[in-house]
């Protein structure tokens, strides 16, 4: 029980330090990979929560998926995006960007205030989750109940997504083929 | 056991490193990891409410949907992002300023 605790505040530590370290870092490239840090972190933190099957999926796509087809777009972009970008100011909060690190903090005390007063291990239909016993266990095997709830309950919002996912695909290859004048 | 208020605060660290990275990165790539930063903290709290769904499984069956949108919406805007290099030989985002020629 404490290993899993103390499992879980790595992960999570790992995951918001990578992701201050994204924000912080001159480097492109270097925020880049420290992104798929952020990721796997989260795919941990997936686990912790007993959703296999969803931290199996985070790897397979962010990383395979998209964090691929970013570093392509950074080397495709050419090299003034890696190199010509780095001799902007260094300093973490410096006076124009004084605003967004305002911004962002005070949006995090805000929610962080919130989720502390709504207390929501106390929440009415969580409470009621418990005592029905309607929650997952860590040594469930969620991955059966997620298939066939994939092909009965929410089969039509699947049937869109893949449409959806389809229309997307064949408009990024519209957009980004070869055009003859230009 | 963790509490979900854990969860909860890591996914709101996460959301506000996104919407720092989005606001200040001249960089149009890395507005977009900021984005994904929002995504995956929109995700975390999902799966993390989605323990208490053993039934119906929403919440991770939802998270699965956003992943697949959140990587059609990359390819798309990846392919918008190169044609604004082809264009203007730029990805700043403040720099690309011309709706038309």
């Not at chain 1, 270097?30 to 941990?44: E, I, K, Q």
């Not at chain 2, 963790?2 to 996460?14: E, G, K, M, R, Y």
Request: aromatic content about 10%; proline content about 1%; charged content about 15%.
């Amino acid at each position: 029980m404490t290993m899993v605790k103390a499992l879980f505040y790595l992960m999570g530590f790992i995951a918001v330090a990578s992701g201050l370290y994204v924000a912080a870092s001159r480097n492109l490239v270097r925020s880049v990979f420290m992104f798929f840090v952020t990721l796997m972190a989260l795919a941990g933190l997936y686990v912790l929560a007993s959703a296999d099957f969803v931290a199996i999926t985070q790897i397979v796509v962010y990383v395979g998926g998209i964090l691929v087809l970013i570093i392509f777009a950074f080397m495709l972009s050419g090299r003034e995006s890696l190199a010509g970008l780095q001799q902007q100011e260094s300093r973490f909060i410096s006076i124009n960007k004084l605003s967004a690190v305002l911004l962002a903090a005070l949006f995090f005390i805000l929610m962080l205030n919130i989720l502390l007063k709504t207390d929501p291990d106390h929440l009415q239909w969580v409470q009621k989750a418990v005592s029905e016993k309607n929650m997952v266990k860590s040594g469930d095997a969620t991955v059966n109940n997620l298939g066939i709830n994939l092909m009965s309950h929410y089969l039509l919002p699947f049937e869109v997504v893949s449409i959806l996912l389809l229309m997307a695909l064949v408009g990024a290859a519209h957009i980004s083929r070869k055009e003859k004048s230009l | 056991m963790i509490p979900l208020t854990d969860f909860l605060v890591v996914s709101a660290a996460l959301f506000c490193t996104g919407l720092f990275i989005v606001l200040t990165k001249r960089n149009a790539i890395l507005v977009l990891i900021g984005i994904e930063f929002m995504l995956n903290a929109a995700n975390l709290n999902l799966v993390a409410f989605g323990k208490y769904d053993r039934l119906a499984n929403g919440g991770q069956i939802f998270t699965l949907f956003s992943i697949t949108l959140a990587a059609a919406t990359t390819a798309v805007a990846l392919a918008i992002i190169l044609n604004l290099y082809k264009r203007y030989k730029t990805i700043d985002p403040s720099k690309t300023d011309h709706l038309k020629d």
